[in-house]
Each structure stands twice: as C-alpha cells, then as structure tokens.
C-alpha cells in the first residue's frame, strides 16, 4: 500500500511541475479596488489548492485522532471484565423486612 501511495505522490509532484514549466506567466488578482497582487500564475493555482486542503487535512486528523483515543479507551475497558461488570451491573435491592403479627 506505500509503494501506491509513493506513486500518487511522484505523479502528482510531476503533474505539478509540468504545469508550473508550462504556466510560468504573471498574472494580476485584484484583491480590493486599490490593491493588485502579481504573482506567478502556478503560485496562485498552488496557493488556492492548499487554501482548501489543509483545513479538510486538519479535520480528518483531528477526527481520526479523537476517534482512536476513544477506540483505545474502549479497548481499555473492555480489558478489564471486572471493573465493567461492577460499572453496569446495579447493586441489588435489599430484601423488605416481613410485616409483624399483631
């Protein structure tokens, strides 16, 4: 499975430069009314990608954090049949005292 994951990566590092070669002309972005930026036109396609990947990276890592530290704690649990049984288990309820005859 790393050697497909090394190949995507390559690929995708060769795709990328090919267009960076292939595109290498300035462009004007227009921020505001008064302010122009000039950057390359790789730069900017470059820019935009990682705008919108590196949030969606860092949820996915997060939620796949939190979900093995809850896995992990489950598994700890479950280890120890004792401590669950007593958790889940309620006590039971004394028996009721007979009523006296009079």
Do not use: C, D, H
Request: glycine fraction near 2%; aromatic fraction near 8%.
């Amino acid at each position: 499975m790393a050697i497909l994951r090394t190949i995507f990566w390559v690929l995708l590092a060769v795709a990328l430069v090919l267009f960076a070669i292939n595109n290498w002309q300035p462009v004007e972005v227009r921020v505001w009314a008064t302010l122009v930026l000039e950057t390359k036109l790789p730069a900017l396609v470059i820019g935009a990608f990682l705008l919108g990947l590196v949030p969606m990276w860092a949820l996915y890592r997060t939620t796949r954090w939190r979900l093995k530290r809850r896995i992990t704690g489950l598994e700890a649990m479950i280890a120890r049949p004792n401590t669950v049984a007593e958790i889940s288990a309620p006590a039971p309820a004394p028996a009721p005292e007979p009523l006296p005859l009079v």
